[in-house]
């Protein structure tokens, strides 16, 4: 029953439901809603009542489709009011950081996301050793969502110890919504909801067609490049981007997304490779430590905000999309 895609989808569900409520509702609103459902969902997936993950000998096809299909319409969605300028006044800092984080990447010799995982695991024939492979595996899907949970958490933490360009230490706001509710509030019309459901719909289609036309060309863009800029070009138009309903569209998505990174949390399993996915575990944590240490210094001397590092950071360990999702 577990892996029935109606249930899963349902659970899902509910445990955006269950964090927003103790989000708005109780202590636990310090958190907030995108981090605290990736650790929701990451305890719940362990205690079994939705499956840890998702692989080609227990596929889970509603998480499949949320990685395939909805965390790129999220990003599509959260995109298109955002102006270019502001993105161009983000980017070089953003590009900085990532190259600092590379350094501590190469430093920690820690190359994150499943493709690159997997080429280098065929480079060295680790696949052939089925139990090392498997909490190979394990330890980077659940250092995924830990990463995750820290470029969430770490700029509200560091963010006192931090000075703006102009040098001042950054005042706390009385008046800010932590738990985000007034900010994703909007008032949507179906008429909103079918352009915006359509245009992500084409715009997806778009993009994986001319990324794969363009594989065949010999250029390997990923498709979520071309929807970003898609995104980012009509969002230079009044027209779509004051379309109502992109952020509670966009929002949802995304907590459905990082809930699905929770969920792939597999700590059961890796308990049960004994030594050695303990000592996997050890070791990419301590690889990862080493980036994130290069990151977050490297803002604080060039005086960037802690949350453009949180993003470059990002980038650097779970990739484009879960980039994007911060």
């Known amino acids: 029953m577990t892996h029935d895609s109606l249930y899963v989808l349902?659970?899902?569900?509910?445990?955006?439901?269950?964090?927003?409520?103790?989000?708005?509702?109780?202590?636990?609103?310090?958190?907030?809603?995108?981090?605290?459902?990736?650790?929701?969902?990451?305890?719940?997936?362990?205690?079994?009542?939705?499956?840890?993950?998702?692989?080609?000998?227990?596929p889970v096809p509603v998480y499949d489709a949320i990685f395939a299909y909805l965390a790129p319409l999220a990003i599509f969605w959260l995109v298109l009011p955002i102006s270019l300028r502001e993105v161009l006044k983000a980017g070089l800092p953003i590009i900085a950081l990532f190259l600092i984080g590379s350094v501590g990447v190469m430093v920690g010799t820690y190359i994150g996301g499943s493709i690159n995982f997997n080429a280098v695991a065929l480079g060295y024939d680790v696949v052939r050793d089925g139990t090392l492979f498997a909490g190979?595996?394990?330890?980077?899907?659940?250092?995924?969502?830990?990463?995750?949970?820290?470029?969430?958490?770490?700029?509200?933490?560091?963010?006192?110890?931090?000075?703006?360009?102009?040098?001042?230490?950054?005042?706390?706001?009385?008046?800010?919504?932590?738990?985000?509710?007034?900010?994703?509030?909007?008032?949507?019309?179906?008429l909103d909801l079918a352009i915006l459901l359509g245009l992500g719909f084409a715009a997806l289609y778009l993009s994986n067609y001319a990324s794969a036309a363009l594989a065949d060309a010999g250029w390997n863009v990923p498709s979520i490049l071309?929807?970003?800029?898609?995104?980012?070009?009509?969002?230079?138009?009044?027209?779509?981007?004051?379309?109502?309903?992109?952020?509670?569209?966009?929002?949802?998505?995304?907590?459905?997304?990082l809930a699905v990174i929770g969920a792939f949390?597999?700590?059961?399993?890796?308990?049960?490779?004994?030594?050695?996915?303990?000592?996997?575990?050890?070791?990419?944590?301590?690889?990862?430590?080493?980036?994130?240490?290069?990151?977050?210094?490297?803002?604080?001397?060039?005086?960037?905000?802690?949350e453009t590092a949180a993003v470059a950071s990002q980038a650097n360990i779970g990739g484009g999309t879960s980039a994007l999702a911060v």
């Not at 269950?18 to 809603?33: P, S």
């Not at 969502?145 to 706001?173: C, K, N």
């Open 265 to 306: 949390c597999d700590v059961v399993r890796l308990v049960g490779l004994g030594r050695t996915g303990l000592l996997l575990l050890g070791f990419a944590t301590t690889l990862v430590a080493v980036h994130g240490l290069f990151t977050f210094a490297g803002a604080r001397l060039l005086r960037i905000d802690p």
């Open 226 to 257: 071309i929807l970003t800029a898609l995104a980012l070009a009509l969002a230079q138009f009044p027209v779509f981007a004051t379309l109502r309903g992109t952020r509670v569209l966009g929002m949802f998505a995304v907590y459905l997304f």
């Open 136 to 190: 190979t595996v394990v330890v980077d899907n659940i250092l995924t969502a830990v990463w995750m949970m820290a470029t969430l958490a770490l700029p509200r933490l560091v963010l006192p110890l931090w000075r703006t360009r102009e040098g001042s230490q950054p005042a706390a706001d009385p008046d800010y919504d932590v738990t985000g509710v007034a900010e994703d509030t909007e008032t949507v019309h179906p």
């Open 10 to 58: 349902a659970a899902l569900c509910a445990l955006v439901v269950a964090t927003e409520y103790l989000v708005r509702r109780t202590f636990f609103r310090h958190f907030g809603t995108a981090l605290l459902v990736i650790l929701v969902t990451a305890v719940v997936a362990n205690l079994g009542w939705i499956p840890a993950g998702s692989s080609a000998e227990a």
